[in-house]
């Protein structure tokens, strides 16, 4: 898979592969994906497949935020060999190591910031290959992953002027500086650490995401999409039940609940496992629909 510096002027590479994908297309409903697709409900009136007409002056990336802690890196166990493949379509930024900065294939795991972990899942690149046919075969899907494990606000890692929070703004921003590149959303999923200071979450909460909208360009109003944490212990039941009302206070949210989900063990009951991990990135996949065509109640 080809690697782009953001130096690179002529944009030649970028056009290559959007020639690729336009003969390449894989079908929303695959049938790999059948126990996603099932398990969210996704209504086919929703979903504009991306047969449409392919406008060569508009290639360019769509970006999503992935941010939070290790849910939404992905601790999700066992990865699998077909449904975790990659696609052509779906590129990453990494935030650490030899390629960040760079634009790569994106494959699980993303490289977050922080500890990674060989061979396990997160809900980034099911989401991202799920969007990627709805739209037009010019426009491909850049991931800025930029979660970080064991990161909150109580232990000031995602307060504005935070490293967890200036690294996001950072990374999105640079994204962003590609040639048409558009900022589509931030899909959120943090909450375990804050339960040490729980009567300060929705405060600290919605002061985040509201500095990593007016900081990030572009992202006054983008759509952010958060995700329930596991209900592993009570104090994740209350961080949860912060989470929940989050679009009663902050305009342009919509959530993902955690319902029927499983983590990976008795012996790690935090983290989502990883069939829960695709089927999450089903669930911000409708939910992301829902919300950007004005279905989603506030």
């Known amino acids: 898979m080809s690697k782009f510096a953001l130096t690179n002027g002529d944009y030649a590479n970028l056009i290559t592969v959007a020639n690729h994908a336009i003969e390449e297309r894989l079908p929303l409903a695959d049938s790999l994906y059948a126990d996603v697709v099932v ?3 996704l209504d086919e009136n929703l979903i504009e497949k991306s047969g449409v007409e392919t406008d060569m002056n508009d290639i360019g990336f769509d970006v999503f935020i992935i941010a939070g802690q290790s849910n939404a890196v992905g601790r999700g166990k066992p990865i699998d060999n077909i449904l975790d493949t990659s696609s052509n379509r779906v590129f990453q930024m990494p935030s650490q190591g030899p390629d960040k900065d760079m634009v790569i294939a994106a494959i699980d795991p993303l490289v977050h910031n922080g500890k990674i972990h060989p061979g396990t899942v997160g809900f980034g690149l099911t989401f991202a ?45 640079l994204a962003l500086t590609y040639p048409n590149s558009k900022l589509m959303g931030i899909l959120w999923l943090q909450g375990e650490t804050d339960y040490k200071q729980i009567n300060q979450y929705q405060s600290r909460l919605d002061a985040g995401l509201t500095a990593l909208r ?24 209350s961080i949860n039940n912060i989470i929940v009302d989050t679009p009663n206070r902050l305009l342009n949210c ?43 109640p506030r």
């Not at 232990?155 to 703004?169: E, I, K, R, T, Y």
């Not at 992202?219 to 944490?229: C, D, E, F, K, V």
């Open 254 to 296: 919509a959530i993902v609940t955690n319902e029927g989900l499983s983590a990976n063990s008795v012996n790690d009951a935090i983290h989502y496992n990883a069939v829960s991990q695709r089927i999450l990135g089903g669930r911000y996949f409708s939910k992301y629909l829902q919300l950007t065509k004005g279905l989603c």
């Open 39 to 41: 398990s969210v409900d």
């Open 129 to 173: 290959k799920l969007y990627a046919d709805t739209i037009p075969n010019n426009r491909q899907v850049l991931l800025v992953p930029v979660a970080n494990g064991g990161t909150g606000f109580v232990d000031n890692q995602w307060n504005p002027g935070n490293p967890s929070f200036n690294l996001a703004v950072q990374q999105s921003n």
């Open 214 to 237: 007016n900081q990030i360009k572009e992202a006054t109003n983008t759509p952010i999409i958060l995700g329930m944490i596991t209900d592993s212990s009570p104090a994740y039941t």
